[in-house]
């Protein structure tokens, strides 16, 4: 039985490993926190509506229902040439047949980074962004600023859909508590029209959400530092805040920039529309320039720790890092069986994600030939609820999957 040893235990990382036990392979799954984390439902640990435990999966558990080999450590090297993981504790692993490098994204380095907090930062960063805004409650009020950044080398890096939903969410726990007045609220972005990337129609209705939750916003300024009471611009203009959310864009994994892997000019694995390496057409390849390139790669990068090409408004989300990890699990399989069929990412990219307001909803869709954005008041909330629970249970294969989900 052939072994693929995956990197990586989120959405992708996760995926891979269960889609490819269902083909029999021997899977090995390393992860460097010992459970799965429901990102998209994180929103709600700040306002108390969700707790920390509710949206971690004991990966043990998984283990359990899938069979796969589970490894908790930190990578520190790959050395693909050599077929070898290095980890932190157990070590080197080199007994592998296929390579699924699925460990996420690091973060853009802002100046004075350290003055904020992330939504879709580690995961405990949620019970921290809970607790400043429980000490602003305490004090009767202040200035909250909210906002996400961009890579200027990569588009497809940038997540600002959460910044929305948590914002959007805050004011709604705020307005129950009828202390809604004794707060400023402002989101910002670097970018003129933040939010363009799910179309005309979601951005208008964005706006006019914006306007009827006198919601103030500070956009088209580059960030040039955060400070602990305020995020100035590189026009030295300052917005003033008592706490700053803030997601920063992805960049390239630091192990990944360390490795033989071929990368794009963000950092990310270069891949092909099968999800694997692509040292053809790489902006950056081995540090040894003279050294050959492979001529047929074991190994794939899903996720957002690699490429992602296709149009200007593509995003990089759980629900594409999945499909990249079924693409992956049917190519390894069908390259064992000697078929010439191969399955490609590019075809299923869209943007599909359920903004939540605390309140309601609105669902949002686009591809290449349409775009949506429809309100869900009331009722859309408690479909992402119910999201939150079908993810969780049918990864641990207590109900069915849904074919797509």
């Known amino acids: 039985m052939k072994h693929v040893l995956i990197l990586g235990g989120g959405f992708a990382g996760l995926e891979a490993a269960i889609f490819l036990r269902r083909e029999n392979y021997n899977v090995t799954l ?5 459970y799965f984390y429901i990102y998209p439902t994180s929103i709600w640990i700040p306002t ?22 589970l490894v908790i450590d930190e990578v520190t090297a790959i050395r693909s040439k050599e077929n070898k993981v290095e ?45 400043e805004l429980n000490r602003l409650i305490a004090n009767g009020g202040g200035k909250i600023a909210m906002g996400f950044g961009g890579n200027p080398n990569d588009s497809s890096a940038v997540r600002g859909g959460p910044g929305f939903e948590l914002l959007f969410n805050v004011h709604h726990m705020l307005t ?15 970018m003129q029209e933040p939010g363009a990337r799910m179309g005309p129609q979601a951005l208008k209705m964005m706006d006019m959400f914006f306007n009827k939750l ?7 300024k580059k960030i040039k530092e955060f ?29 990944i920039k360390e490795s033989d892997l071929p990368l794009n000019k963000a950092g990310f694995i270069h891949i092909n529309d099968h999800c694997e390496v692509d040292y053809e057409h790489a902006d950056y390849f081995f540090e040894d320039l003279d050294s050959e390139k492979p001529q047929h790669s074991n190994v794939f990068a899903i996720g957002d720790i690699a490429s992602m090409d296709g149009p200007d408004w593509r995003a990089k989300q759980g629900h594409v890092a999945e499909v990249m990890a ?18 490609g990412y590019q075809e299923h990219i869209n943007i599909l994600c359920v903004m939540d307001s605390g309140d309601g909803a609105a669902f949002v869709y686009r591809d290449e030939k349409r775009t949506m954005m429809i309100p869900m008041p009331f009722i859309g909330h408690w479909l992402k609820k119910g999201w939150g629970l079908y993810c969780r249970y049918s990864k641990l294969g207590k109900i069915p999957r849904i074919p797509g989900l």
């Open 48 to 69: 108390k509506e969700a707790e920390f435990k509710d949206l971690c999966v004991d990966l043990k558990d998984l283990q359990k229902a899938h069979g796969f080999e």
């Open 87 to 131: 980890l932190k504790e157990c070590g080197i692993i080199g007994d592998y047949d296929y390579l699924v490098v699925a460990m996420g994204a690091h973060k853009m380095k802002h100046k004075g980074i350290e003055n904020t907090l992330s939504i879709c930062g580690a995961p405990e960063m949620s019970l921290e962004i809970r607790h």
């Open 227 to 255: 400070q602990k009471d305020a995020i100035l611009f590189e026009d030295d203009t300052k917005l003033e805040s008592d706490f700053t959310m803030f997601i920063p864009a992805g960049d390239g994994h630091s192990v």
């Open 30 to 34: 390393v992860s460097n926190r010992d």
């Open 176 to 190: 129950k508590l009828g202390i809604r007045d004794n707060f400023e609220l402002t989101f910002f972005a670097p």
């Open 326 to 343: 079924r693409v992956t699990a049917f190519n390894i399989t069908a390259r064992d069986n000697k078929l010439e069929e191969r399955q």
């Open 214 to 220: 006198n919601i103030h916003r500070y956009f088209g």
